[in-house]
């Protein structure tokens, strides 16, 4: 192991040995179900990272190749172990190589998500919608929206969103963060809250269907603390404007 490998952690060692073990027996991995005996779980590890380092993405597109069963260690009595090495003994001239195949190194860019904020507020006179994007190098883009169909503020919430998700396909926004001001329509969007309102139902579905994988839910946030500058104050008074 070279002097940075020295400092993984336990779990990213065990990831290390697998990847390590899938190159030097690829062929057998190719051709063969291989069972993973382990006391941790490296595949899932992996898998269930939301973000991924240069290192950690080169893991997952090995590890992903392959059909790879996680089986959890049993308990191994002493004296059966003692018995397999005594049975098994290595040869005099076996010697331990960490040395990896002349392989280039598979890496995949990990790029910062964009994030979207939405708000959407029915007044008196109209009903508007405000979306916001910051782009991963920290750009700005706004849009506001007048709808001309009087509606509840939970309506104008949804169709900010829905109008949201339409822009981010348009612009190919690969990944998504999504910040609300209104906790009750990202729990409903979630499935935390269940939608009672006849209306409100079609409005869920229409989002829904626009939802993406890759997008996120970090939970409220108001807009105007996360960013300065009127053109962020999303509240009553301006959505209209």
Known sequence: MIPNELNYSPIEKLCLALVFAIQKLKYYFQVHTVHQISKANPIKYVMSKLVLSDRLASWYLQLQQFEIIYV????????????FLAEHPLPAEWELSDDLPDEDVMKIEIRPPWTMYFDGAAHQESVGTRVVFITPQQDMLSYSFTLSQRCSNNMAEYQAFILGLEIAIELSVPQLKVYGDSQLILNQLTGKYEVRKPELMKKQEDALAGLASSIAYPGKESMASQMTGDGLSLTTSNMGD
Do not use: F, M, R, V
């Open 72 to 83: 959890p260690q049993k308990a191994i009595k002493g004296q059966i172990l003692a018995d």
